[in-house]
């Protein structure tokens, strides 16, 4: 089992940075491919970035391609989301979450693939 917690939200202004990190619990972190995601209120939540085959595969939703990068650091259990050049509509809860990864080339975009998720950290760009 996997136990996720988010941390490094906050406020901050339009074209500013935030890096956020979700710690993970356990021993086996790299075995797991490990997303992403954000929901703001009335909206769905939404894929965001993903990290495969322990590091070595990322992929990113066309929104924040190019502004966003996905990282881990195996040896401290942790996965990073830095973000730049933000923008007011990056304003949602993000989440991280994790499932078992096999190494395939299936990308994981959709929340319905992931078995494991954290409480959320509040992204808050104001205009």
């Known amino acids: 089992q996997v136990q996720l917690v988010e941390s490094g939200g906050g406020l901050v202004q339009a074209g500013g940075s935030l890096r956020l990190s979700c710690a993970a619990s356990g021993r086996t972190f790299s075995s797991y491919a490990m997303g992403w995601f954000r929901q703001a209120p009335g909206n769905e939540r939404e894929f965001v970035a993903v990290d495969k085959w322990s590091g070595s595969m990322t992929y990113y939703a066309d929104s924040v391609k190019g502004r966003f990068t996905i990282s881990r650091d195996n040896a401290k259990n942790t996965l990073y989301l830095q973000m730049n050049s933000l923008k007011p509509e990056d304003t949602a809860v993000y989440y991280c979450?994790?499932?078992?990864?096999?190494?395939?080339?299936?990308?994981?975009?959709?929340?319905?693939?992931?078995?494991?998720w954290g409480q959320g950290t509040q992204v808050t760009v104001s205009s």
């Open positions: 979450a994790a499932r078992m990864d096999y190494r395939g080339t299936t990308l994981y975009t959709a929340e319905g693939w992931y078995d494991y």
